[in-house]
T-cell receptor, first 113, second 120 residues
């Protein structure tokens, strides 16, 4: 079964608006990562947040992590049409092995021009 | 940055034939590669872990004889779907752990572009 559950499953916003996606997980983690997937393509790593971090920024991306609630959020500010893609969270167990990276169900983001 | 090349990007074959998908790390060595399967609008399901110089590790429920994995060198892993059937039609994606990104770098994956298999 999937470790991460994401919501919403689909999100449609206007260009310029902010997009927020949430991810919940069930077991202890070493870190949590967000990946982006354009339709019919592979995944691209966006950002990694360690279990001892609460917030991290990268450009227009802001990730938060609440280990007490076992949840994370990805905020994309000032969205652009090119941000249209599926976004997946992925959790790594405390052992740190890449084999143990488990992907969530994904959020399909559509940014309307 | 780390680049993983995967091909073919799409393939159509007749039922009963075998299809080979290649995954190459172009600018780094990958002793481990991962093969995922993805159904439309769904998440990635790890099929197997490919290990250079040794046997692949398959996830529960994945048929070893159906999905043959060979990791012949530090830059190449192949997935062969043997005697393919329509239910094997899917999007297959490979990835390799990215190195040199600090202690947490071992968790970060670089993905190939994926291969869409359609079995008629």
């Amino acid at each position: 079964s999937q470790q991460g559950e994401e919501d919403p499953q689909a999100l449609s916003i206007q260009e310029g608006e902010n997009a927020t996606m949430n991810c919940s997980y069930k077991t202890s983690i070493n870190n949590l990562q967000w990946y982006r997937q354009n339709s019919g393509r592979g995944l691209v790593h966006l950002i990694l947040i360690r279990s001892n971090e609460r917030e991290k920024h990268s450009g227009r991306l802001r990730v938060t992590l609440d280990t007490s609630k076992k949840s994370s959020s990805l905020l994309i500010t000032a969205s652009r049409a090119a941000d249209t893609a599926s976004y997946f969270c992925a959790t790594a167990k405390p052992s740190g092995s890449a084999r143990q990276l488990t992907f969530g169900s994904g959020t399909q983001l559509t940014v309307l021009p | 940055g780390a680049v993983v090349s995967q091909h073919p990007s799409w393939v159509i074959c007749k039922s009963g034939t075998s299809v080979k998908i290649e995954c190459r790390s172009l600018d780094f060595q990958a002793t481990t590669m991962f093969w995922y399967r993805q159904f439309p609008k769904q998440s990635l399901m790890l099929m197997a872990t490919s290990n250079e110089g040794s046997k692949a590790t398959y996830e529960q429920g994945v048929e070893k004889d159906k999905f043959l994995i060979n990791h012949a060198s530090l830059t190449l892993s192949t997935l062969t779907v043997t005697s393919a059937h329509p239910e094997d039609s899917s999007f297959y994606i490979c990835s390799a752990p990215r190195t040199g990104v600090g202690r947490a770098g071992a968790n970060v994956l670089t993905f190939g572009a994926g291969s869409r298999l359609t079995v008629l």
